[in-house]
T-cell receptor, first 115, second 115 residues
Framework: GAGVSQSPRYKVAKRGQDVALRCDPISGHVSLFWYQQALGQGPEFLTYFQNEAQLDKSGLPSDRFFAERPEGSVSTLKIQRTQQEDSAVYLC?????????????FGPGTRLTVL | DQQVKQNSPSLSVQEGRISILNCDYTNSMFDYFLWYKKYPAEGPTFLISISSIKDKNEDGRFTVFLNKSAKHLSLHIVPSQPGDSAVYFCAASVDSGAGSYQLTFGKGTKLSVIP
């Protein structure tokens, strides 16, 4: 596609529910990042994939957060037993390569609200 | 600890004048600095970047200055246009040691250009 797409754009969950957020990166992009942006804050790194390999998950806030990219393209971020503090915009970004000079292209984000 | 700081939450500038957005950082290992622009309900879009080995990079109306000794960078927009009104994020990257260069963002500065 022309850019990074994410679905759903908005998700409302009751506390304790599981949610799955999808990211379709730009075709051919090797690197894929997930970020979490709380209200009034900048995006914060969650996890990184190089193709299908999850090389860095140091930013995942708890073991309730799980991400996968099984075929090296589409990625899913899953949050189990959602809590109110999980409410945020979840951004996906992809880039051609893993280096600092490789521009990261961001999707529009999924706004998650946990009631 | 916030490694990238944008101390001005908002800035208002008259159309045609210069906009100066500032950013400070604490991690001397950052090797690449970027500015992203964000409109409501959209993901951040890349604006301009600078390598840590340079002190200036210019692209049209946008110039980024880096002062490594002060750990400070700034974005100059000349002349400012109403379409520049958005939230601007300063970001920095460093090798995570896990094969990725994830971005560390500031909290953003909301720029309003008044016609």
């Amino acid at each position: 596609g022309a850019g990074v797409s994410q679905s759903p754009r908005y998700k409302v969950a009751k506390r304790g529910q599981d949610v799955a957020l999808r990211c379709d990166p730009i075709s051919g992009h090797v690197s894929l990042f997930w970020y979490q942006q709380a209200l009034g804050q900048g995006p914060e790194f969650l996890t990184y994939f190089q193709n299908e390999a999850q090389l860095d998950k140091s930013g995942l806030p708890s073991d309730r957060f799980f991400a996968e990219r099984p075929e090296g393209s589409v990625s899913t971020l899953k949050i189990q037993r959602t809590q109110q503090e999980d409410s945020a915009v979840y951004l996906c970004a992809s880039s051609l390569g893993p280096f600092s000079y490789n521009e990261q292209f961001f999707g529009p984000g999924t706004r998650l609200t946990v009631l | 600890d916030q490694q990238v700081k944008q101390n001005s939450p908002s800035l208002s500038v008259q159309e045609g004048r210069i906009s100066i957005l500032n950013c400070d950082y604490t991690n001397s290992m950052f090797d690449y600095f970027l500015w992203y622009k964000k409109y409501p309900a959209e993901g951040p879009t890349f604006l301009i970047s600078i390598s840590s080995i340079k002190d200036k990079n210019e692209d049209g109306r946008f110039t980024v200055f880096l002062n490594k000794s002060a750990k400070h960078l700034s974005l100059h927009i000349v002349p400012s246009q109403p379409g520049d009104s958005a939230v601007y994020f300063c970001a920095a990257s460093v090798d995570s040691g896990a094969g990725s260069y994830q971005l560390t963002f500031g909290k953003g500065t909301k720029l309003s250009v008044i016609p």
